[in-house]
């Protein structure tokens, strides 16, 4: 454990923990069966993409699959497109470090810089199936969705070992919703069409529409980087690179010379927490 002298103190604007406020009330009050847009976000209506994923942090590849998606929209014709983040993870270990609310700031930014006019959706369930739901339910005026997604996941969803009845489940999921599948590590388009083309596969083949993503991206792993930032700098902006630096949010306690403890990004959730508390919302 490594032992400092002294620890920075960092600072969150008011404007930010204002907007922080506004986020978490949203949050409070999302319905399960509804999805919610981050104010400043173009309303759901029409054909839509939208992007799951975690983003802790937000990568290049992440950049580089929403550049695709757009790339995909202007093919189609007129097209929303949006990142979305869940307050329920599924098939992973519970994320909890940084706070939702800094991963959205963090994400609001990183799309702002890099990939203008794309909006945040936020859900309250993990599963496509309950996210397709939620998108509609909310949002009668979407008449097509799509769903981006890496290869690996489009392997989950026709696993029969998730589904008690794998045809219902995945009839009532493609009445919903098409996928957007990008390559991951080596399983590229290839193996895509392979995988549509087992005989229990066929008949949903016209719901999954491959997406290119060069292979400079297709290694890059949020996970990874969290266990080592030095190792991976240039996958990630620099907007996140900074973040991660200022707030420590994936390092370990810092140990000070009077061998005291210190959690620095702890310190920032408590700070932020608090300063939500007790700060009202600009009228």
């Given at each position: 454990m490594t032992k400092v002298t002294k620890v920075n103190v960092f600072h969150v604007s008011s404007y930010t923990i204002q907007r922080f406020k506004r986020i978490q009330e949203l949050l409070d009050h999302?319905?399960?069966?509804?999805?919610?847009?981050?104010?400043?976000?173009?309303?759901?209506?029409?054909?839509?993409?939208?992007?799951?994923g975690s983003f802790n942090p937000p990568t290049l590849a992440h950049i580089a699959l929403l550049k695709q998606a757009?790339?995909?929209?202007?093919?189609?014709?007129?097209?929303?497109?949006?990142?979305?983040?869940?307050t329920h993870i599924t098939d992973k270990e519970r994320v909890e470090r940084p706070l939702l609310l800094d991963r959205i700031h963090l994400l609001e930014t990183v799309l702002r810089n890099?990939?203008?006019?794309?909006?945040?959706?936020?859900?309250?369930?993990?599963?496509?199936?309950?996210?397709?739901?939620?998108?509609?339910?909310?949002?009668?005026q979407v008449s097509n969705l799509y769903f981006l997604i890496g290869f690996d996941k489009i392997v989950q969803i026709f696993d029969p070992h998730y589904?008690?009845?794998?045809d219902l489940a995945l009839h009532e999921l493609f009445e919903l919703a098409d996928f957007l599948v990008a390559p991951r590590a080596e399983a590229g388009p290839e193996e895509l069409s392979i995988l549509l083309d087992r005989p229990e596969n066929r008949q949903y083949a016209g719901h999954v529409h491959a997406l290119p993503l060069s292979t400079v991206?297709?290694?890059?792993?949020?996970?990874?980087?969290?266990?080592?930032?030095?190792?991976?700098?240039?996958?990630?902006?620099?907007?996140?690179?900074?973040?991660?630096?200022?707030t420590h949010a994936y390092e370990p306690p810092l140990e000070l010379q009077d061998g005291i403890k210190i959690d620095q990004y702890g310190e920032r959730m408590r700070a932020i927490e608090s300063a939500i508390k007790f700060t009202n919302v600009e009228k």
């Open positions: 999302l319905d399960p069966s509804k999805a919610l847009v981050v104010p400043g976000s173009p309303l759901p209506e029409g054909k839509i993409i939208v992007f799951p757009w790339q995909f929209a202007r093919v189609q014709g007129s097209m929303h497109i949006y990142a979305a983040l869940s890099h990939v203008r006019h794309t909006g945040i959706i936020l859900f309250n369930r993990g599963l496509y199936v309950e996210q397709a739901e939620a998108v509609h339910s909310a949002f009668p589904y008690e009845d794998r991206y297709r290694y890059i792993s949020s996970t990874r980087i969290r266990q080592g930032l030095s190792a991976h700098e240039q996958e990630v902006p620099t907007e996140v690179r900074r973040f991660i630096h200022e």
